[in-house]
């Protein structure tokens, strides 16, 4: 396949669209991004690169971020996280509460915002407060392999204004006593990993382990078991688009995440990564030209997991 003729179609599909969709109001620093950029980068399993656009432009990785945090958490206590969270697609809303009150505390899954903050609190278990914050860039780091990596502070400033509701799943799931850390704690973790900034190239050079059975095939080095990989593949899948994840699979057929950012990053097993970014959102949050480009790049290159 020739990555970049299908990379120059994807883009010129979806050029009438460029700068639709709604830039994330929510936390002031997101809303000042230009909705016009647009990006794409593939990066598949032989090391290759691919580009388009503004492929090499930093944006704020959000809930994108959750793939990260879940790795290592899973990494640090193993099976056991599933006590703590559940693995079903939640049909909610990214920072819904309704159905915490239901379900004792457990949120239905780690890709969002309530299962991330368990993701988070796993971590400040190990780290500390102030060393979870080093461990998870540096570990995003590693597996960008020199693609540069950073936490915006006025994001995650700009985040924890605004946090009112993050702080609500928090402190309910403390109530539960499913959280095992002060809650500004963890928020103050959770915000600064949503401020992490990566390129679509970046961020789909990092994420190539997924698609390589959990080892990154250009360092050799092993992130997760193959089982493990698989897992966190399947609950992006079911879950990575928040309650559009039906239709993500539906019309992409590949795990992915999104994050309010704009960026998203869908995984190819076996074959390569891709991240898109583009600012506008659809009504769900996710982007809205970055998932036409994704289901035009599965329709020209056929790749699906089914
Ligand atoms: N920082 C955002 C929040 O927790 C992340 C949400 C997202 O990217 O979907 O509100």
Request: charge should be negative.
């Amino acid at each position: 396949l020739d990555y970049n003729e299908i990379l120059w179609e994807v883009a010129q599909t979806v050029e009438p669209q460029r700068g639709s969709g709604k830039v994330a109001n929510y936390i002031p620093a997101l809303a000042e991004v230009d909705p016009m950029n647009f990006g794409m980068a593939v990066v598949t399993r032989a090391g290759d690169r691919f580009t388009t656009g503004r492929a090499d432009r930093p944006f704020s990785l959000q809930s994108v971020t959750k793939v990260i945090s879940l790795t290592m958490a899973l990494e640090s206590i193993g099976e056991s996280f599933w006590k703590r969270s559940g693995r079903e697609p939640s049909g909610d809303p990214f920072n819904s509460l309704v159905q915490l009150e239901h379900e004792n505390g457990i949120p239905r899954n780690p890709l969002i915002n309530a299962g991330a903050l368990i993701s988070t609190d796993v971590l400040v278990s190990r780290y500390g407060r102030d060393g979870a914050v080093e461990a998870i860039l540096q570990f995003a780091q590693e597996l960008a392999d020199g693609e540069p990596v950073r936490i915006d502070p006025r994001v995650a400033a700009s985040e924890r204004e605004t946090g009112f509701r993050n702080a609500a799943v928090a402190n309910f799931m403390r109530s539960f006593g499913n959280l095992h850390n002060p809650p500004d704690d963890v928020l103050h973790v959770y915000f600064h990993q949503c401020a992490l900034e990566m390129s679509c190239q970046g961020l789909a050079r990092a994420m190539l382990y997924l698609a390589n059975g959990g080892v990154d095939p250009i360092t050799g080095r092993r992130i997760v078991s193959e089982r493990r990989a698989r897992r966190i593949n399947a609950i992006m899948l079911t879950c990575g688009h928040y309650d559009a994840s039906g239709d993500f699979a539906f019309h992409v057929g590949l795990p992915g995440k999104s994050g309010v950012g704009g960026g998203i990053v869908a995984i190819a097993p076996g074959q390569l990564s891709v991240a898109v970014w583009s600012p506008g959102l659809s009504p769900q949050g996710n982007s809205l030209v970055g998932t036409m480009a994704l289901e035009k790049f599965a329709s020209l290159t056929g790749l699906s997991v089914f």
